[in-house]
């Protein structure tokens, strides 16, 4: 087995309190097909594209229910679930739950950041992460969206490896998280339009799809919510959406660019 490099991105889930809902939405959207539930581990569902696993979801907890907000995690790789909590903490973020194994699958940690953003801590067992990535049905990009670009900016390449470079854009203060040289994660500071005030700054999951306009219509056909988009990009035409359950995430079509690539500036 691999490791893959610390940092990197290697899982996403969902809690949802309707998980036959959930199932009925993402399958139809994201052409997800699902496993058997696992009792064991609370009724945990791994979503597959195309035979190969892409993300799971999971019911609340019996004394979790009817006080869930449905929000996508993703996972970020670790060599050593146990010492990145401690980097979490003495760089001033939360340990939410945490480290706790899993079976022979792996160990975690739920955190957040300073400014409240949520994320996840996957050392590898048995479970090694996405099994497809980057196509149509599976996780291709993610991006912290906060008001507090600075504590992220401070606390996330102080956790993991991150080289920061920043996007040399006068029209959104962007930074690229990398790890060897590849960009791994997005970092954008939010301002009232990116984020009502309602919202908590969060860690946004993209999937990519065929066509970004025909799945936002597919999205809000079937309940849920357009909150940005369609644009086109230099990376792809995408949207900022929701699911009927309120959990938040994007969807890009990378076969569709437009524009060049802006600059980066190492930081």
């Not at 760089?91 to 739950?97: A, F, I, T």
């Not at 801590?121 to 906060?146: L, R």
């Amino acid at each position: 087995m691999v490791a893959l490099p610390e940092g990197t991105p290697c899982w996403a889930d969902a809690m949802f309190a309707d998980l036959e809902g959930a199932k009925a939405f993402y399958g139809d959207v994201l052409g997800w097909t699902f496993g058997e539930s696992s009792t064991e581990y609370g009724s945990y569902t791994q979503a597959y594209s195309d035979g190969r696993a892409v993300a799971a979801i999971v019911p609340p907890m019996p004394n979790q229910e009817g006080a869930v907000t449905s929000a996508w995690c993703l996972y970020l790789a670790s060599p050593d679930a146990a010492g990145t909590a401690e980097k979490i903490r003495g760089n001033g973020g939360e340990v939410l739950m945490g480290p706790m194994t899993v079976g022979e699958f792996g160990s975690m940690v739920i955190a957040k950041d300073p400014a409240g953003v949520v994320f996840g801590v996957w050392q590898a067992g048995t479970h090694e992460g996405f099994e497809k990535q980057g196509a149509p049905g599976a996780y291709t990009w993610a991006e912290v969206v906060t008001r507090d670009g600075g504590a992220a900016d401070g606390f996330f390449p102080a956790v993991f490896p991150y080289a920061v470079k920043r996007m040399e854009s006068g029209e959104v203060d962007y930074k690229i998280y990398s790890v060897r040289e590849q960009p791994v994660l997005g970092r954008m500071q939010a301002g009232p339009r990116d984020l009502p005030p309602e919202a908590p700054n969060y860690l946004s999951v993209y999937f990519a799809v065929d066509d970004c306009d025909t799945t936002v219509a597919r999205i809000t056909e079937r309940g849920g919510k357009l909150y940005f988009g369609p644009m086109d990009s230099p990376f792809g035409r995408f949207a900022a959406v929701g699911d009927p359950q309120g959990a938040a995430f994007g969807v890009i079509d990378l076969g569709r660019t437009a524009g060049d690539v802006p600059a980066m500036a190492a930081e």
